[in-house]
C-alpha cells in the first residue's frame, strides 16, 4: 500500500498562485507515473498534469501554460506550480500515483480561487 499526503491548497484570489505538495511513502518505480487530477463540485474527476518515472510530462489543455509539474525522486515528491490561477480551477485537488496497473489516491487538498 502506498500513501499520498498533499499539501499547500488553499484561498487565493484570482491572478494569484499556489504550490501543491505530495509526498509518496515510497520511492517512484520504474514505469511509475504521478500527477495531479481534480474535482469540481458537481463535475467528474479530470486529469490536470501527469510526468512519468523518465520525465515525460503532459498537461492538459486547461494547465497549459499556467501549471508547472515538479518532480523531486529523492524526495518522493511531486508538486503542481499554479500560476495565473482562475475561479474556474476552484476544486479539490488529488495527488495520483499509477503504479504496476494500479492507481494511488491521496485524500485531496481544497483550491478556491475568488473573483
Known amino acids: 500500500q502506498v500513501q499520498l499526503v498533499e499539501s499547500g491548497g488553499g484561498l487565493v484570489q484570482a491572478g494569484g498562485s499556489l504550490r501543491l505538495s505530495c509526498v509518496a511513502s515510497?520511492?517512484?518505480?520504474?514505469?511509475?507515473?504521478m500527477g495531479w487530477f481534480r474535482q469540481a463540485p458537481g463535475k467528474e474527476r479530470e486529469l490536470v498534469a501527469t510526468?512519468?518515472?523518465?520525465?515525460?510530462?503532459y498537461y492538459a489543455d486547461s494547465a497549459k501554460g499556467r501549471f508547472a509539474i515538479l518532480r523531486d525522486a529523492s524526495k518522493n515528491t511531486v508538486s503542481l506550480q499554479m500560476n495565473s490561477l482562475k475561479p474556474e480551477d476552484t476544486a479539490v485537488y488529488y495527488c495520483n500515483l499509477g503504479s504496476s496497473g494500479r492507481n494511488y489516491w491521496g485524500q485531496g487538498t481544497q483550491v478556491t480561487v475568488s473573483s
Open positions: 510526468i512519468t518515472w523518465n520525465g515525460y510530462i
Open positions: 515510497r520511492r517512484t518505480f520504474t514505469y511509475d507515473t
